[in-house]
Each structure stands twice: as C-alpha cells, then as structure tokens.
C-alpha cells in the first residue's frame, strides 16, 4: 500500500510515517518512480509504534524495542529489549510520581484559594464614598 493509504488506515499522518521511517522503525520498497510502498504488516507495526510515542517513547528507545518485536526468537534481543523495557516503565513511575505531587501541591492550592474566595464574599461590601 503506498503511504496515503497506510496514512489512512493508521491514522498517523504521511509526515510522521516519513519519520518513522527516517528514525529506522519503519520500513518501505520503493516504485520504479521513487514512491513508497508498505506491506499489510506495517499497519499494525504502526499502531504499536504510535502506541510507544504516546506511552512518552522517544524514537531512540522506540528503536531499541522493536528488535524484540522483529526478532523474537534471539536472546540477546530480548535480553536488550528487557533493559530498555525496564528503564522506560521506572523513568514512566518517576513521571507519574512528579505528577501525582504537583497535583497535591496544586489540591493545596486550589484549597486555599476556595478559602479565600468563601472569605472574600461573605465580607460586607465597602460603604460607598460620598462626593
């Protein structure tokens, strides 16, 4: 299937299979005419590619997973991809952490100014100057 289609049916746009593509996670033939052609498998490789961006990836760690995906049956591989694997689920738990306390600072605050809202409309209004 040539790139609009796989576009289509992944919903990743042409530019980030191009970049995928330029990042080594993805694979195309070319046409005589220079065009980029994708096997049926490249839909689903897609979708697991765009499933690692969105899980906070980068392309480099993204890199260093598909080889497991590509070469299941090698140790080394998955030896590697057991590393990487591990590394990104305990920098993803410090992230979750970081935010999980930036929201309680933020309940704090959220708490002290609900406070101090409730305190400034039950205060009388001020008496109006006379002119």
Do not use: K, W
Request: proline letters at 4%; one cysteine or more.
């Amino acid at each position: 299937m040539r790139i609009g289609e796989l576009s289509q049916r992944t919903g990743a746009s042409p530019r980030s299979l191009r970049y995928y593509e330029d990042q080594g996670l993805l694979t195309s033939s070319r046409s005589d005419a220079g065009q980029r052609h994708y096997s049926d498998a490249a839909v689903q490789r897609v979708s697991f590619i765009r499933q690692l961006f969105d899980a906070g990836m980068s392309s480099r760690v993204i890199a260093t997973v598909l080889p497991c995906v590509d070469i299941p049956d090698d140790l080394d591989v998955a030896e590697e991809t057991f590393t990487a694997m591990t590394r990104e689920r305990d920098r993803i738990d410090a992230d979750i952490a970081h935010l999980i306390e930036t929201r309680d600072a933020l309940d704090v605050l959220i708490g002290a100014n609900s406070r101090h809202r409730a305190q400034l409309s039950a205060a009388p209004e001020p008496a109006a100057r006379s002119s």
